[in-house]
């Protein structure tokens, strides 16, 4: 039976406790997250970091303290952003992967307005530099697409040698100053993907459910987390990050397809184990 990959996203650089209130924020908690999400079926933790007053950081220190506690619990494969913070210099995005050198890392494969209030910076000479460091260290990019623009730079970059052919996609539907969450949109950007690409797709906010169950209808992987939706249904907050794993795994199931476990990810995508 076909698998399928759970990633969950735990935190993000901007949801707050206000929001809600089972965002976790410190590496305690995060840690403690990740494991019931494990528990829950995720075989992928993509992490962010945030400082003692809640932002989003680079922080080599709390990715490490993170990390650290996670392997005390569980075998999740770990994927650590690279953009945790918008005012974050080219080194200490790349710092936290030299030290740690996780399975996975994010890889944005591209410039965008951001939320129609900032830019998103990843400048030609980072993604080469950014690339280049990932191959070396053996961690695989996990290719962040937020329009149809990215794949064909990320297609570049594997022409180029920077990155490794066919690359992991990660299809990021509805941010502000990206494309928006349509099935139909998801459609389009998974006919862009190399043909023998593994990829995996989101949906932010409140089309989080569609493009889930398109995404699981197309043969992709899934990601699901408070980073990316806050709410479980219209009206009424997601309990846990746990429970939006408990559901893509039943949602997994129903399509007649397994789960996969952290060993099975880092199988079907070519991963080291830590």
């Not at 220190?61 to 953009?83: H, M, Q, W």
């Not at 945790?84 to 996975?104: F, K, M, S, W, Y």
């Not at 990316?228 to 039943?250: F, H, P, Q, T």
Request: glycine content about 8%.
């Amino acid at each position: 039976m076909a698998k399928t990959i759970v990633t969950v996203a735990t935190t993000g650089a901007w949801p707050t406790k206000e929001n809600n209130p089972a965002i976790p924020l410190t590496p305690k908690e995060i840690a403690e997250d990740v494991y019931e999400c494990w528990q829950a079926g995720a075989a992928i933790a993509h992490l962010h970091m945030r400082d003692a007053e809640g932002k989003g950081t680079m922080s080599a220190d709390l990715f490490a303290e993170t990390v650290g506690l996670i392997r005390e619990k569980c075998d999740i494969a770990l994927n650590l952003t690279t953009s945790g913070d918008l005012n974050a210099t080219d080194d200490t995005r790349i710092e936290h992967l030299v030290r740690l050198r996780p399975e996975l890392a994010s890889y944005d494969a591209g410039t965008m307005n951001w939320m129609h209030q900032t830019i998103f910076l990843n400048h030609p000479a980072f993604l080469e530099r950014l690339g280049r460091t990932m191959t070396e260290l053996d961690i695989l990019p996990e290719i962040e697409i937020f329009d149809g623009g990215m794949i064909y730079n990320a297609l570049h970059y594997i022409k180029q040698g920077v990155l490794k052919a066919p690359g992991y996609y990660q299809l990021v539907l509805g941010a502000a100053g990206g494309m928006a969450a349509t099935v139909e949109n998801l459609v389009f950007l998974k006919s862009l993907l190399p043909a023998e690409a593994n990829w995996s797709a989101l949906g932010i906010g409140a089309r989080h459910l569609p493009i889930l169950f398109a995404t699981i209808a197309l043969g992709g992987n899934v990601r699901v987390g408070l980073e990316d939706n806050v709410y479980y249904a219209k009206g009424r907050l997601a309990k846990s990050n746990a429970e939006m794993v408990e559901r893509a795994v039943r949602l997994v199931h129903e399509a007649d397809r397994e789960h996969a476990s952290p060993d099975d990810a880092r199988e079907i995508l070519g991963l080291r184990h830590p």
